[in-house]
């Protein structure tokens, strides 16, 4: 059984999923993520309408939509592994060696070479 829950973001002022407001044409636009683009689903003069069309919208495809986001899982562990891959690096990128003397972490938390660094700051 699929088992779908609507969160609302702390910003929405539709009160539904969704569903936004367009103040040139005075009317409610519902929409829908999919595959990470905007799915437009049309203008409703009425908020609960645009809501329902929203939310008939992720009921019928909610099947697609899951598999949709088990693919966007799958690449981010694949990008994830190549993350770690770089940073298993036992030298810089100019050849020198990441060992306890030679490496500190910089302000924002990533690892650094101090020769690089010391060449950097000497020019």
């Keep these: 059984m699929l088992c779908y829950v609507d969160m609302l973001r702390?910003?929405?002022?539709?009160?539904?999923?969704?569903?936004?407001y367009d103040p040139k044409r005075k009317r409610y636009r519902a929409y829908a993520m999919m595959g990470g683009y905007q799915q437009h689903l049309g203008y409703f003069s009425d908020v609960h309408d645009a809501g329902i069309a929203a939310s008939d919208f992720r009921l019928q495809h909610a099947k697609e939509l899951a598999e949709i986001s088990v693919r966007g899982r799958e690449i981010k562990s694949k990008s994830l592994t190549a993350w770690h891959q770089k940073h298993k690096a036992t030298h810089c990128k100019r050849g020198h060696p990441y060992d306890e003397a030679n490496t500190c972490v910089d302000s924002r938390g990533r690892r650094e070479c101090i020769a690089c660094r010391v060449e950097r700051r000497g020019r």
């Design 10 to 20: 702390a910003n929405n002022q539709t009160g539904y999923k969704g569903v936004s």
